[in-house]
T-cell receptor, first 112, second 116 residues
Framework: EDKVVQSPLSLVVHEGDTVTLNCSYE??????LLWYKQEKKAPTFLFML????IEKKSGRLSSILDKKELFSILNITATQTGDSAVYLC????????????FGKGTLLTVNP | GAGVSQSPSNKVTEKGKDVELRCDPI?????LYWYRQSLGQGLEFLIY????????KSGLPSDRFSAERTGGSVSTLTIQRTQQEDSAVYLC??????????????FGNGTRLTVT
């Protein structure tokens, strides 16, 4: 059975700090890893990673995948209160190329 | 519309009643998914549609759950004889193609179902 584990489960930081969120996985025939941000309601798509070592970047957020060690990290620099959310990691595997297996998420709280 | 639309946003029902949840995907998206999010748990896959067909219903928790999609667009998830353990947020998502082919899922705001 596919498995996705995120750490830490929760994190509290001050504005301006840099944070690193972790996602490790065990899946059969890995295809892609996705990061989502969930505030009150709909998870919103951040990144899709398919290749090792290639950093994806969007503003203060960046992410990278290590397919050898089976993990990904999501970095947020110069955090703002608006970054407070649950960050979800999900993996797509070859057994069923339409299904995402999600981790339980990391709750990030950024205090002013 | 611009995004995935779900209705109602909140539903409170009595145990034993039937409920219908609706999802209107992004126009042109052929793939549609239902997920369930319970407190403290990750998102749990329920069902996937490609067009009007549901090749994978394996995630539906019991035969009280069913879903359909018509016209390659709107989908409804029906829960019969609701139980308290059905209380959760039901999220619908759509994508242009399958996620394994490089198409990320776009989620709606969900329906929060509370069974009393």
């Amino acid at each position: 059975e596919d498995k996705v584990v995120q750490s830490p489960l929760s994190l509290v930081v001050h504005e301006g700090d840099t944070v690193t969120l972790n996602c490790s996985y065990e899946v059969t025939n890995f295809r892609s890893l996705l990061w989502y941000k969930q505030e009150k309601k709909a998870p919103t798509f951040l990144f899709m990673l398919t290749s090792s070592g290639i950093e994806k970047k969007s503003g203060r957020l960046s992410s990278i995948l290590d397919k050898k060690e089976l993990f990904s990290i999501l970095n947020i620099t110069a955090t703002q209160t608006g970054d407070s959310a649950v960050y979800l990691c999900a993996v797509s595997s070859g057994g069923s190329n339409y299904k995402l297996t999600f981790g339980k998420g990391t709750l990030l709280t950024v205090n002013p | 519309g611009a995004g995935v639309s779900q209705s109602p946003s909140n539903k409170v029902t009595e145990k034993g009643k039937d409920v219908e949840l609706r999802c209107d995907p992004i126009s042109g998206h052929t793939a549609l998914y239902w997920y369930r999010q319970s407190l403290g748990q990750g998102l749990e896959f329920l069902i996937y549609f490609q067009g009007n067909s549901a090749p994978d219903k394996s995630g539906l928790p019991s035969d009280r759950f069913s879903a359909e999609r018509t016209g390659g667009s709107v989908s409804t998830l029906t829960i019969q004889r609701t139980q308290q353990e059905d209380s959760a947020v039901y999220l619908c998502a759509s994508s242009l193609g399958v996620v394994g082919g490089g198409s990320p899922l776009h989620f709606g705001n969900g329906t929060r179902l509370t069974v009393t």
